[in-house]
C-alpha cells in the first residue's frame, strides 16, 4: 500500500484556481473511482470533482473555503500497490509517499473531457423525449386529501418575495399544482408589489464580501468586455399578442405536456431565424479575422446565487420547437441547481437576456466575452396600441440590443433586431 495525492486538475479551460466549497468524504472513508470527493467553485461554476483512483481516504489537505491554484493537492487516499502519477514523475507536487509510483493513466472520469485538440466540432446529440416535471401521483393524491398546497420549493419562496398567500392561489399546473406565471399573475392582481414587507434594518453597518470564484470573474469579463469592444445598442418597441396566443396554443398542446413554455422560447426561435437572415450577429472577433459561424451556440444568461452565469445551447440552430424547449428548461434547471459544468458555458456564439422576468422594461446589456451581440427582452405588458388608426390594448414589450460596432455595422444591427421583431409581432413567420 501507498499513499497517493491528488492534485486539482484543470476541469475547464485553463482555469488557473478554484475554490472548495464543500467536502463529500472524511478522512477513513473508502471511496472508488468517479465517486465525487469534493464540490469547487471555478471562474465559471459549481462542479462535483470526481475521485481518480480507489482506497481509503487518509487526510484532506485543503479547508472548505480555501482557494487554491490548479495542480495544488488536494486529498491523500491509500491505495493498493504503488502510488498512481497525476502528472509527470517528476513533479514534486505528485511525489509519492512510500513506494516509488509508477506514471499512471488517468482513468476515464466522469465531467472530464479528452485532454487532446479537437479536430473537428460534432452535432450534439438531442433527447426528443419529452422531459417530465410533472408532480408525482402519490403527491397529488396526499395534497388533494389534506387540502395542502401543491407548489415546488421555488415558486414558494417566489410567492414569499412577492407577499403572496398561496393558499389563495389557483393552480393552473398539471394536476392543479401552482406555477410562476400563477404566483405573478395573483401578485399583479392583488399590487402586492406596491406593499411589500420593508426589510428589518440590518445589525453591521457594513457588509464585507471576497471577491472571488463566479462574482470575480463576472467581474474581470465585463470589464474587459466594456472596454474592448466598442458597444452600440439599439431598441424597437414591439405588439407581443400573437406571441403570447402562440405560447398559449404549445402550452394546451400534447405535444409540450411537461414542458414549460414562455416568450423566451419564442424569442430564441426569433433570433435563430433572424441570424440566418444576418449571419455577421453570429460572429467573433479575432483581431486578425473575422469569424463568422454558422451554427449558433444561443447562450442565454441565468441569474443564480452566486452570480450570473451564462450557459449556452449547443447548435440550438438545429433543434425544432419542442427540443429547443426541453433545451432551455433543462439550462436553466441546471443553472438553479449550481450543477453548470465550464463546457456548457464555453463557445456561445451569441447571447440572450430575459430581463423581463424581473419587471425591467429593457437595457443595454454588455457583450458576453467573444461574441459580437447580445439580445434583451423586455416584460410584456398590456398597453394601448394603434392598430388601423384605432387604439386598441395589445401584449407590448421593448427589445434590446448590444452590438460590437467593429464587427456588426448599424445597418445589419438594425435589420437583425428588426427581423427578431417581426417574428415577436408573428410567429407564423417561423413556418417560411
Known sequence: MSIAKFPL????????????????????????????????????????????????????????????????????????????????????????????????????LVGYGDSGDVKSRRKR???????????????????AASDAVMAKPPIRKLAKDLGVDLASVTGTGMHGE???????????????FKNLTTPQQPS?????????????????????????APHVSIFVDVDATRTMEYVKRLKSSVDFAGIKVTPLLIMAKAMIWAIRRNPMVNSTWTDKEIIVHNFVN??????????????????????????????????????????????EMAEGTITITNIGVFGVDTGTPILNPGEVSIVALGSIRKKPWVVDDEIVVRQITTIGATFDHRVVDGDVASRFVQDVASVIEEPALLLD
Open 204 to 228: 453591521k453597518r457594513e457588509e464585507r464580501i471576497p471577491v472571488k470564484g463566479v462574482r470575480k470573474a463576472i467581474a474581470t469579463a465585463m470589464v474587459k468586455s466594456a472596454f474592448t
Open 9 to 108: 486538475p484543470d476541469v475547464g479551460e485553463g482555469l488557473t484556481e478554484a475554490e472548495i466549497v464543500s467536502w463529500r468524504v472524511s478522512p477513513g472513508d473508502k471511496v472508488a473511482v468517479n465517486q465525487t470527493i469534493c464540490e469547487i467553485e471555478t471562474a465559471k461554476s459549481v462542479v462535483e470533482l470526481p475521485c481518480p483512483f480507489e482506497g481509503e481516504v487518509s487526510e484532506l489537505l485543503v479547508a472548505e473555503g480555501d482557494t487554491v491554484e490548479v495542480g495544488t493537492p488536494i486529498i491523500s487516499v491509500v491505495v493498493q500497490g504503488n502510488a498512481p502519477l497525476l502528472s509527470e514523475p517528476d513533479s514534486p507536487a505528485n511525489e509519492p509517499e512510500g513506494d516509488t509510483g509508477a506514471e499512471y493513466k488517468l482513468p476515464n
Open 178 to 192: 401552482i406555477t410562476r406565471e400563477d404566483v405573478v399573475g395573483s401578485a399583479s392582481q392583488a399590487s402586492v
Open 125 to 143: 446529440a438531442v433527447n426528443t423525449a419529452p422531459i417530465s416535471t410533472a408532480i408525482p401521483v402519490s403527491m397529488v393524491k396526499a395534497a
Open 298 to 343: 444561443l447562450g442565454i444568461a441565468a441569474a443564480t446565487p452566486r452570480g450570473l452565469i451564462v450557459p449556452n445551447i449547443k447548435d440550438a440552430d438545429s433543434m425544432n420547437m419542442l427540443e429547443l424547449a426541453q433545451a432551455i428548461e433543462q439550462l436553466a434547471a441546471t443553472a438553479r441547481d449550481g450543477k453548470t459544468t465550464p463546457e
